[in-house]
């Protein structure tokens, strides 16, 4: 059994960091019913974008230039967490006007649109940086091992897991305790009723989705020390977030969180007995718990299911 | 708007006009397909590709069951055509009957899991399925050979009886492929046509009015995906031989996620034929963008996201669209119907 706790407490960061990645999307598919699909390549731009910011070697041989690569690496690093997901953003809410065509149809167009667009992001991302796998830098003071109760972890692991749950709580905050959160919520509610109280739908459902996209590419920058940079790590990505939302219940802000931490738990688990099929286990996961329950563990009505 | 479940003139005739047409075009193609500045290996890979989108259409386009995870089966059936000729012995038929039975049985499980499932929870079912399958082939090294793959699989002569063909020109294995392919326009064709494909239509269209009217829906779900899962089979086998290997990467998501996009970019939601058209132009334009620029996908994606915003139809939707008039006049029975969504 003791042997076990460092593979739970592994599971236990690993699903955080899932529910990270799964919030956006938690988000659109709530609000707006749309399978966002480039979920994942937004999350990859994301961390492309920290990439282009801490590295700046697009600025040239300017002073402003070197002006930045001499400043240290963690004032660089701070400003790549903040522009980088606004880029990301920005990008899903020219992603949302595309979107727009495919509402009142069926929701299989807005997932195919959405998968043209994670292709044509991935190829962008392939002809702005390459094909190859890239590192992304980070600060000293966040970067190498430390000694927990005589087991070793990496530092950026704690910190990317304790930044999952911060995240968690502001968006929950955002949703819970602002005049922001409730005109969200009652537009996932009752949409016509919304606009007939005067706001501005379209508006609203382009804020939606920025946020969303602006959560992947945080995710992005947060994530991408820990698995790699690749153009296709997008894909990578949305399945387990895709899965997260599925078996949590669509619209369920709690059980997308208590989803992605189990599929972390039952990853790290399965890691302890066969590492090679550790991913595995959350297809196997969903696929009994989807079996049984047809709309996830906390799932609502929703109009994806027609 | 011509929509899947338009009655034809004769809609219990075997062999069409178009079939024949179809027919003359498939196996006249070796006579002209380099003087158009193409080669023969690709005649091989459309019309394998055919295969899988005409019988992923009684799915995805008929029934309305949105599956994106079919690489799966055309991975299980080039695995098991690999399989016999590798350990059971060298064997045209063998091998493609092991295919379309591995198919078929994989299909026919998956489908016991999924078929009272619609939407997008279908979606996401078949998506973890192939997900399975695709993991499976890559970690049970043992059988599959891991990411490798299996290599070096024979292609077996087509033995009839007195008289034996040798397969390994790709000519001849495209004649093969193309009779294959004819048989199995003639089949979706008839088998769409028919009571049971008319059913599996009103599935799509208000499956739970399907289910009053007195029909087992989730019978028909299941059989249609399973009758799906052994084209693809088929298709698997095919292009083991054609590949002379099986590896996994038939069955990733991506793979899955492109034949999606043949059949829509087609116009498999509102044509039979779409799904041919959509496979030619992909091909086509892999080997034409291709040879221009290295980021033919990117042109290939915008040209797809473009058609699902502006023309769902896709292709034969448009080509439908120049020729609205003689449309008309084609259906005697233009059938209104509510498309459910």
Known sequence: MTQLVPHIFNGLTLGLLFALIALGFTLIVGVMEVINLAHGSLFALGAYFALAIIGGSWLGDTAIGEWWLALPIMPRYILALIVAPILAGLSGMVLELALRRTYGKAPLYGLLLTFGAALVIEELIRLGWGTGEQNLQLPQSISGAILLGGLIYSKYKLFAAGFAVFAIIMVWLFLEKTPYGAIIKAGAHDSEMVRALGYDLARLRLLVFGLGAGLAGLAGVIMVPIWGLRPHVGIDVVIPAFLIIVLGGIGSFWGSVIAAILVGLSVGITGAYAPAWSMMSMYILLILVVGFRARGLFGKKSALEN | ?341
Not at chain 2, 71 to 97: P, T
Not at chain 2, 328 to 341: F, Y
């Open chain 2, 1 to 341: 708007m011509a929509t899947l479940s338009d009655i034809t003139r004769r809609s219990s005739q075997w062999i069409t006009p178009q079939i024949f047409v179809f027919a003359v075009f498939l196996l006249s193609l070796p006579l002209w397909i380099r003087p158009i500045g193409l080669y023969q290996y690709i005649g091989i890979e459309i019309a394998i590709w055919i295969i899988f989108a005409l019988g992923f259409n009684l799915l995805f386009g008929y029934t309305g069951l949105h599956s994106f995870g079919h690489g799966a089966y055309l991975g299980v059936g080039a695995y098991a055509f690999g399989l016999f000729q590798l350990h059971v012995g060298v064997s045209l038929i063998g091998g493609l009957l092991a295919a379309v039975f591995a198919a078929a049985l994989a299909g026919a499980f998956v489908a016991c899991f999924v078929s009272h499932r619609r939407g997008i929870y279908f979606a996401l079912m078949t998506i973890a399925f192939g997900q399975v399958f695709w993991f499976a082939s890559i970690k049970m090294h043992g059988i599959t050979g891991g990411e490798d793959g299996l290599l070096n699989i024979p292609r077996p002569d087509l033995n009839l009886g007195v008289y034996s063909v040798s397969l390994s020109g790709n000519t001849a294995l495209y004649y093969l492929i193309a009779v294959l392919l004819i048989i199995v326009t003639v089949f979706t064709w008839r088998a769409m046509n028919s009571p049971f494909g008319r059913i599996l239509q009103a599935i799509r269209q208000n499956e739970t009015r399907a289910s009053f009217i007195g029909y087992e829906v989730w019978w028909f779900k299941w059989a249609a995906f399973t009758l799906s899962a052994m084209f693809a089979g088929l298709a698997g086998g095919l292009f083991a031989m054609a590949q002379e290997s099986a590896y996994p990467d038939v069955m990733s998501l991506h793979q899955s996620g492109l034949i999606v996009m043949m059949v829509l970019v087609g116009g498999g939601l509102v044509n039979f034929w779409g799904p041919i058209l959509g496979v030619i132009l992909y091909f086509i334009a892999r080997d034409v963008l291709g040879s221009i620029t290295e980021t033919w996908l990117l042109w290939y994606g915008l040209m797809f996201v473009v058609m699902v915003m502006f023309k769902p139809e896709g292709l034969a939707g448009v080509l439908a669209g120049l020729s609205k008039n003689s449309a008309e006049t084609l259906n005697d029975l233009p059938v209104k119907t509510a498309e459910g969504n």
